[in-house]
């Protein structure tokens, strides 16, 4: 028996993704009835169980979670061909993007209309999170992050370099007094703010005439949601050094005082990591905007 192979594989990757049968007809507008087929011929054909079904929830038997990660690659990197041979057709199609949540709240979801203007026949779908994300797990094309990357199996374009800034609360100034220099910083309490790969909590630095120091500051609270760390400083917790575009309309308002200017925290990069050599169209378009917009 015939089968539209690839066919198959999309409706398997779609039911897996929307979380069931009747979600996936929807979404692909074919009829229920042909989606219950497509996976009985995808199973008959790889001679494997692919999922456990029950009439509450999908679960993905071992070999079917391998072939969901595999076969997601697969159709990925065959979008890829057909564009590398057509680069004068309209990009359309699904771009799954991960980043953190001030970056989508702030400037990627604000400017959005404008890259769906070179772009109308794309489909974005977003999650923002400050935790780190699975690509292959979570069927993602690219992710956004801030700072030095690990080691892993993924190649990461940088996008630009995302100024920091260091402030506190007038309130907390207040009582504890404003530093003027970096020795200083001892006596204070910092807002720290953890890296959720490593699990460390990330030093704060500052441009010196004599080059880069990086410090550890004393400090009761460890973070790791951008908005609960703004709010931290808000509430005269201690001492924030955070990204200047998320901290600028609370320093503008004076609810947040910059201190130490002399001191200048050093830039941290922003890069666009995506699990393939290759930069797909849709990855590469994404990215460029994200150049320009930064």
Same mark, same amino acid.
């Given at each position: 028996?015939?089968? %539209?192979?690839?066919?198959?594989?999309?409706?398997?990757?779609?039911?897996?993704?929307?979380?069931?049968?009747?979600?996936?007809?929807?979404?692909?507008?074919?009829?229920?009835? *042909?989606?219950?087929?497509?996976? /009985? #011929?995808?199973? =008959?054909?790889?001679?494997?169980?692919?999922?456990?079904?029950?009439? $509450?929830?999908?679960?993905?038997?071992?070999?079917?979670?391998?072939?969901?990660?595999?076969?997601?690659?697969?159709?990925? =990197?065959?979008?890829?061909?057909?564009?590398?041979?057509?680069?004068?057709?309209?990009?359309?199609? =699904?771009?799954?993007?991960?980043?953190?949540?001030?970056?989508? *709240?702030?400037?990627?979801?604000?400017?959005?209309?404008?890259?769906?203007?070179?772009?109308?026949?794309?489909?974005?779908?977003?999650?923002?999170?400050?935790? $780190?994300?699975?690509?292959?797990? &979570?069927?993602?094309?690219?992710?956004?992050?801030? +700072?030095?990357?690990? &080691?892993?199996?993924?190649? *990461?374009?940088?996008?630009?370099?995302?100024?920091?800034?260091?402030?506190?609360?007038?309130?907390?100034?207040? @009582?504890? +007094?404003?530093?003027? %220099?970096?020795? #200083?910083? #001892? /006596?204070?309490?910092?807002?720290? !703010?953890? %890296?959720?790969?490593?699990? #460390?909590?990330?030093?704060?630095?500052?441009?010196?005439?004599?080059?880069?120091?990086?410090?550890?500051?004393?400090?009761?609270?460890?973070? &790791?949601?951008?908005?609960?760390?703004?709010?931290?400083?808000?509430?005269?917790?201690?001492?924030?050094?955070?990204?200047?575009?998320?901290?600028?309309?609370?320093?503008?308002?004076?609810?947040?005082?910059? @201190?130490?200017?002399?001191?200048?925290? /050093?830039?941290?990069?922003?890069?666009?990591?995506?699990?393939?050599?290759?930069?797909?169209?849709?990855?590469?378009?994404?990215?460029? !905007?994200?150049?320009?917009?930064?």
């Amino acid at each position: 028996m015939q089968i %539209n192979l690839f066919e198959c594989i999309k409706i398997f990757i779609e039911i897996i993704e929307s979380g069931s049968f009747t979600k996936a007809a929807e979404n692909l507008q074919i009829h229920r009835p *042909a989606v219950t087929k497509a996976l /009985q #011929q995808l199973e =008959q054909h790889s001679g494997i169980r692919l999922m456990q079904r029950t009439t $509450r929830r999908i679960n993905l038997t071992p070999e079917g979670e391998e072939f969901y990660h595999r076969s997601k690659s697969l159709l990925a =990197q065959a979008d890829d061909l057909l564009d590398l041979f057509s680069p004068t057709h309209a990009l359309h199609g =699904q771009l799954r993007v991960d980043m953190p949540i001030a970056f989508a *709240a702030l400037l990627v979801v604000p400017n959005l209309s404008d890259f769906y203007h070179e772009h109308p026949s794309i489909e974005i779908i977003l999650s923002s999170s400050d935790l $780190r994300r699975d690509m292959l797990r &979570d069927g993602l094309d690219c992710v956004l992050r801030m +700072g030095e990357l690990e &080691d892993g199996e993924y190649i *990461a374009r940088k996008i630009g370099d995302i100024h920091m800034t260091t402030c506190a609360s007038p309130g907390y100034l207040s @009582v504890h +007094g404003t530093p003027e %220099n970096l020795e #200083q910083l #001892q /006596q204070h309490q910092a807002v720290n !703010w953890i %890296n959720n790969s490593s699990r #460390q909590i990330v030093s704060w630095t500052f441009e010196t005439t004599s080059g880069t120091a990086e410090l550890n500051l004393p400090g009761k609270l460890v973070l &790791d949601n951008s908005e609960a760390y703004v709010a931290a400083g808000l509430a005269g917790l201690g001492l924030l050094q955070g990204m200047s575009f998320l901290l600028k309309p609370y320093l503008d308002s004076g609810l947040l005082v910059e @201190v130490l200017p002399d001191y200048p925290p /050093q830039p941290r990069k922003l890069s666009l990591i995506y699990p393939h050599r290759h930069l797909s169209r849709k990855v590469r378009v994404f990215a460029e !905007w994200l150049e320009g917009l930064l």
